[in-house]
Each structure stands twice: as structure tokens, then as C-alpha cells.
């Protein structure tokens, strides 16, 4: 796992001396948060996940942030906020709001809000969006924390359990092939 990671990562000093990044360089030493190790990726696919529902361009700053709070691998939670982008970010704010709906109750016989995305115009989208994400109200609000923070488990414990399985699966290939040179002798 470690070698698929580190063909896609920047080395962690190429990171800290950028010059956005230098002056929390001090921040940056922690060894989880450049690591390959099941705990501190499995703690960045998490963080990443989470992260990615938050509305606007604050999803990489905040999985940083947070992965530096939690100590958890940088690159990983940061490169895993791009789950979502202009073809998944409405589905997914739609399950949100029929999660927050059945959690709440909102959806018991009532009438759903209608959720057709704003028609949004270069002058107005900011304005736009804010409107159609009030309109959703309390269902979207209980069901996007709730949607990032089964997100976030649930991906926090495939990469530990894929992780594992991948280990023993690399242990028993290793034990095949000991097993095979021994009878060749």
C-alpha cells in the first residue's frame, strides 16, 4: 500500500518549503503527518472525507488543518476532498438531505422541499446558492454532519480492515514462496 501512496504523494520537504507553507513550517515536523502507516492514512481518508462536504473551496484548507490538529497523514486528507466535485457534490448534498429528512422526522407524510438545483447565472451563483441551501433548512443541516461523519468511519475503517488484508495477503505470498525454495533444496 505504501508504494501505491508514494507515487502520488509529494515528498513531505518539497511541501514544507512552499512558499503558501513555509511559515507553519514548524507545524509540519510531526512524523504521522507525512507517514505511510495504516493509522495516520486511515486517519487522512477520514479527514478528507469529512472535509469534503463542507460547502466552497474550504474543503483542503480545513482537511489540512484538521490533519495537522489530529496528526493524521496531510497529503491523504487533503488529496481525499476531491471525492467531491461538479458531478458528485449534488447527489451528495441530496443524500444528506434525505438522511437529515428521515432523522428528523421532516419527511413523515409532508411535502420535501423541492430539491432542483437554482439556474446560476456568472452575477448571482453565490447569491443563488445561498438561497436554495436555506431553503433545504433543518434536514440539510442535521444530515450533511451526519453524512461526513459516517463518511468519515466508514472510510476510516476500510482502509484500516483493506490495509490489513493486504498485509496478510503480502505475509502468505511470502510464506509461499519461502515454502517453495525450501522443497527446491
Same mark, same amino acid.
Given at each position: ?54 460547502? %466552497? ?7 489540512? *488543518? !484538521? &490533519?495537522?490538529? =489530529?496528526? +493524521?497523514?496531510?497529503?491523504? /486528507? ?58 433545504? %433548512? ?7 454532519? *451526519? !453524512? &461526513?461523519?459516517? =463518511?468519515? +468511519?466508514?472510510?476510516?475503517? /476500510? ?27
Amino acid at each position: 500500500m505504501r508504494k501505491f501512496f508514494r507515487k502520488f504523494l509529494p515528498h513531505h520537504e518539497t511541501v514544507k518549503n512552499h512558499r503558501w507553507i513555509r511559515p507553519f513550517g514548524g507545524l509540519l515536523h510531526h512524523p504521522n503527518l507525512w507517514h505511510l502507516h495504516r493509522r495516520s492514512v486511515a486517519g487522512g481518508v477520514a479527514v478528507g472525507l469529512f472535509c469534503g462536504l463542507i460547502p %466552497g473551496p474550504l474543503q483542503v484548507i480545513s482537511a489540512a *488543518l !484538521l &490533519a495537522v490538529l =489530529l496528526r +493524521v497523514n496531510l497529503p491523504v /486528507a487533503a488529496f481525499t476532498t476531491l471525492y467531491t466535485n461538479p458531478f458528485t457534490i449534488l447527489p451528495l448534498y441530496v443524500l444528506a438531505y434525505e438522511l437529515g429528512a428521515w432523522v428528523s422526522g421532516a419527511g413523515n407524510g409532508t411535502e420535501i422541499a423541492g430539491l432542483s438545483f437554482p439556474e446560476l447565472h456568472w452575477h448571482n451563483w453565490a447569491g443563488e446558492m445561498w438561497n436554495w441551501l436555506a431553503m433545504l %433548512g433543518k434536514p440539510f443541516l442535521v444530515g450533511l454532519p *451526519l !453524512l &461526513a461523519l459516517g =463518511l468519515a +468511519v466508514s472510510g476510516y475503517f /476500510a482502509v484500516r480492515i483493506a490495509w490489513r488484508l493486504a498485509v496478510i495477503w503480502k505475509w502468505r505470498a511470502r510464506k509461499r514462496r519461502q515454502t517453495g525454495r525450501q522443497r527446491a533444496e
